[in-house]
């Protein structure tokens, strides 16, 4: 009975930047547990195929729908859901995983633009329009919808272990520059993560009365061939004594979208190997 309420047989979830490296793990949790899955991003859609591609060698492939979707712009969203809506297909969870994840490069001439300083209004505005209004913008469409029909639903947004604590930005040091120009974490992807949290609450009080559960998975740092100086810094800072493996939110994932967690909702779920505990 308990493995039973992790089933999502006949749900369909819908994933936003769904071709990055989470976005993959995100789709094949909830493919994994039998939902049909709406892969979403801003690319070509041959590289949304090739990403259903990817996932169809390992899952049903008849489960795998993809659409190409600003998450800025509601007409947009709006059209995805109309189109999804013709397929008799309901969005049942919505997992807000679109960010721009700015990389520090400070060896390769840009460092100086992530320091608060310089760093670009441009940037900002463009950043917290992926990560905080996308999330914004297709809650409003795709919970609204699941609110208005009463049969409710799950939204998902992902944060980050920067949610609820500050980078520590002596762990992009280069050697060598002065002090000035030593590359940090950008405000924004503090800010957003921090935001996410904020509207998690807000949503999971909103639709409440609606059966729309909303809550937060903050997750720590995933490797993905990170430079050996950068994965020791990190890794001492984190009581597990490793960065993340990129499978290792596949079942919390499960567990949020599904009936597992029916009576958890406005929670920020921190899994982090204990770094935030420090």
């Known amino acids: 009975m308990t493995l039973e309420k ?19 793990e995100h789709a094949a949790a909830l493919l994994e547990s039998g939902a049909t899955v709406v892969l979403t991003d801003l690319c070509p859609v041959e590289q949304l195929y090739a990403a259903a591609d990817r996932l169809g060698e390992q899952y049903d492939r008849s489960r795998i729908v993809t659409a190409v979707m600003d998450v800025t712009n509601p007409a947009v969203i709006g059209s995805v859901a109309e189109n999804l809506h013709n397929q008799d297909l309901r969005v049942d969870i919505l997992v807000n995983n679109a960010a721009i994840d700015p990389k520090v490069e400070g ?12 760093f670009p209004v441009e940037q900002w505005n463009l950043q917290l329009a992926v990560g905080i209004t996308g999330a ?22 992902i944060a980050s272990d920067l949610s609820v604590i500050a980078p520590d930005h002596r762990l992009y040091r280069k050697d060598g520059l002065p002090d000035h120009l030593q590359p940090v974490k950008p405000v924004t992807y503090s800010v957003i993560k921090a935001g996410i949290i904020g509207l998690t609450r807000y949503l999971a009080t909103y639709w ?5 559960r909303c ?21 001492s800072l984190i009581p597990l004594g490793r960065m993340a493996d990129r499978g290792d939110y596949r079942s919390t994932v499960q567990f ?14 921190v899994i982090d190997g204990g770094r935030s505990v420090l």
């Open 6 to 24: 992790f089933d999502l047989t006949g749900k369909t979830a819908l994933i936003t930047g769904s071709v990055g490296l989470l976005g993959m």
């Open 107 to 118: 060896d390769r001439g840009i460092l100086e633009t992530s320091r608060l300083e310089y």
């Open 136 to 157: 914004f913008l297709c809650s409003k469409i795709f919970g609204g919808a699941m609110a208005l029909d009463g049969k409710g639903g799950v939204i998902l947004n």
């Open 208 to 212: 409440a009365d609606k059966g729309v």
């Open 215 to 235: 809550n937060a998975l903050s997750p720590g740092g995933v490797y993905n061939g990170h430079g050996s100086d950068f994965v020791e810094r990190l890794t």
């Open 256 to 269: 949020l979208c599904s009936d597992a967690s029916a009576y958890m909702t406005g929670q920020n779920i």
